[in-house]
């Protein structure tokens, strides 16, 4: 086993699994002995990144490495940056011909790994989602996705029908052109969709979460859903602009009508639908200046090298060779 943060490349492999490692000290030690002993036509290899956990994953982590049956590759960021920023680490350090990302709660059965990847080659996609039956997750965290998925179609140029998986499997060429990317807000699947229009989907099965509960917390739900809508979209600025105008467009008429109505008619008081007008347009107002305000803090903060992480340490662990037995001469 060697630490570094630069080893030479490897042949290429026909497959890396990259895995983001948050709180999974439970459940990562399955699942990698599940995905060594897949058997891959041209080998694998497994990318653990482990994203500032503080439990102890990255212990479990080193032991996993220590006695590697396929190459594993360890890489301990220096603190939390989230799940898109710890895939995006780990795909600069793969060597496969093909790239699949998973999470670590075994929601996503290890089996599915190989029939995700032979999909892949027979299809020539250059990236192949997958989507499920029925998603095992908390209700509030569905509803998200669907809204997520929703705002997409619009925001990404999404094709009609695709569910934005984090189970997915990406061609090199992908691999390659995503990973140029090197601002401190990466969304994967926004970067994907900018990239290539050589998507495919497969159904897979997804399984209740066998330990512990869910890293995604609201905060960071909306937090990824503002990367995808204020960094690879100008639609929100659009939406400020046509709210805008609509708004113009409403009080120039709201104007002509009080014109009208002092002219020709008695003059109400009207004080609770001025305020009422006033509470709209002001908010409508904070709200554009907010959303211009994310652009200029993200530029800011992008221009500034505010970095998408940082690495502490690479590992990587090579599985240990049978020795030969010595010649015997008589």
């Given at each position: 086993m060697v630490d570094s943060l630069g080893a030479d490349a490897a042949p290429?492999?026909?497959?890396?699994i990259v895995i983001p490692v948050y709180n999974g000290a439970d459940s990562i030690?399955?699942?990698?002995?599940?995905?060594?002993?897949?058997?891959?036509?041209?080998?694998?290899?497994i990318m653990l990144v482990n994203d500032g956990s503080p439990d102890n994953s990255l212990a479990v982590c080193r032991k996993l490495a220590?006695?590697?049956?396929?190459?594993?590759t360890l890489i301990d960021h220096a603190r939390n940056y989230g799940e898109h920023n710890a895939v995006m680490t780990g795909?600069?350090?793969?060597?496969?011909?093909?790239?699949?990302?998973?999470?670590?709660?075994?929601?996503n059965p290890p089996e599915e790994v190989a029939r995700l990847l032979a999909h892949a080659q027979k299809t020539g996609?250059?990236?192949?989602?997958?989507?499920?039956?029925?998603?095992?997750?908390?209700r509030w965290r569905n509803l998200g996705s669907e809204f997520t998925n929703w705002v997409a179609n619009f925001v990404l140029d999404k094709p009609k029908g695709l569910y934005l998986s984090s189970f997915r499997c990406m061609?090199?060429?992908?691999?390659?052109?995503?990973?140029?990317?090197?601002?401190?807000?990466?969304?994967?699947?926004?970067?994907?969709?900018?990239?290539?229009?050589?998507?495919?989907w497969l159904l897979v099965r997804h399984l209740p979460r066998a330990v512990g509960r869910s890293n995604y917390t609201l905060r960071r739900l909306l937090r990824l859903w503002m990367s995808m809508f204020v960094n690879f979209s100008v639609m929100?600025?659009?939406?400020?602009t046509l709210a805008g105008f609509a708004l113009s467009v409403i009080g120039g008429l709201g104007g002509l009508a009080a014109i009208i109505e002092a002219l020709f008619f008695a003059v109400p008081a009207g004080w609770a639908s001025l305020f009422v007008a006033v509470l709209l347009i002001s908010g409508v107002q904070l709200m554009i200046l907010g959303i211009v305000g994310e652009y200029l803090g993200r530029?800011?903060?992008?221009?500034?090298?505010?970095?998408?992480?940082?690495?502490?340490?690479?590992?990587?662990?090579?599985?240990?060779?049978p020795q030969a037995a010595p010649a015997q001469f008589g």
């Open positions: 290429d492999l026909a497959l890396s030690g399955e699942l990698v002995e599940a995905l060594e002993a897949l058997e891959i036509p041209g080998g694998h290899e220590a006695k590697a049956k396929i190459p594993i795909l600069r350090h793969t060597r496969g011909a093909h790239v699949i990302n998973m999470d670590d709660d075994l929601q996609a250059d990236v192949v989602y997958t989507y499920y039956d029925e998603r095992q997750h908390a061609s090199a060429f992908l691999v390659r052109e995503i990973t140029r990317y090197d601002g401190p807000y990466p969304y994967i699947d926004g970067l994907i969709l900018q990239v290539t229009q050589r998507i495919d929100p600025l659009r939406i400020s530029l800011y903060l992008t221009a500034n090298c505010k970095p998408q992480a940082v690495v502490r340490t690479v590992t990587r662990a090579e599985p240990a060779k």
